[in-house]
């Protein structure tokens, strides 16, 4: 199947939104756990200071440090379990609040929607192979002077090498067309 923005962005955008309502329960705690499909553990937050408290450390064994603060966070388990090996505290007990079918993990602010749709867009590139792979076919199918442009652009924001497929995806389908700067036709 050939693979354009305007069907990405639908598949993507409003699939999530319809499963995402499917369980809410919300803990004695500073923020709301929804699971999403069962297996996406969505951590939703008031305060930004909180949510860093929990979150950063964990990221910043997963994706490193970055230059701009983060809004969001998204890992699989299995990067957070390989976080709690190295010796992080903050991944340990987040792993006790996980149940074991947990396999990916997101975190946002209440309200910021747009943040909240860029996170389960990494869950889906994780979790949905053939969604991946129109992605790598999307990437491949891109012009050189391009792809290096939005490597320069995910790089300036400290994201590091292994993530910046997924990034690219993820901003693509949540964001306008004209995110990168530049027009991509796919
Ligand atoms: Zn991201």
Redesign the pocket.
């Known amino acids: 199947m050939y693979f354009t923005p305007k069907n990405g962005w639908d598949e993507s955008k409003y699939g999530i939104v319809d499963r995402y309502v499917k369980t809410t329960f919300t803990m004695k705690t500073t923020y709301r756990l929804h699971v999403v499909d069962g297996v996406v553990a969505c951590f939703q937050f008031d305060s930004v200071a909180v949510m860093t408290q929990m979150f950063e450390p964990i990221s910043v064994y997963v994706e490193g440090k970055t230059t701009v603060p983060r809004v969001?966070h998204?890992f699989p388990v299995i990067a957070l379990q390989d976080a709690v090996k190295k010796g992080c505290v903050e991944g340990h007990q987040l792993m006790h609040r996980l149940t074991p079918k947990i396999r990916y993990v997101v975190a946002y602010l209440a309200g910021d929607v747009l943040t909240k749709n860029?996170?389960l867009q990494?869950a889906k590139y994780y979790l949905d192979s053939g969604y991946r792979e129109k992605i790598v076919a999307l990437w491949n199918g891109l012009e050189h002077k391009k792809k290096a442009y939005i490597e320069c652009f995910l790089k300036r924001l400290g994201y590091p090498e292994h993530?910046w497929l997924?990034?690219f995806q993820?901003?693509y389908m949540t964001e306008k067309p004209n995110f990168f700067g530049i027009k991509l036709e796919c």
């Open positions: 969001g998204n860029h996170e990494h993530v997924d990034e993820a901003y």
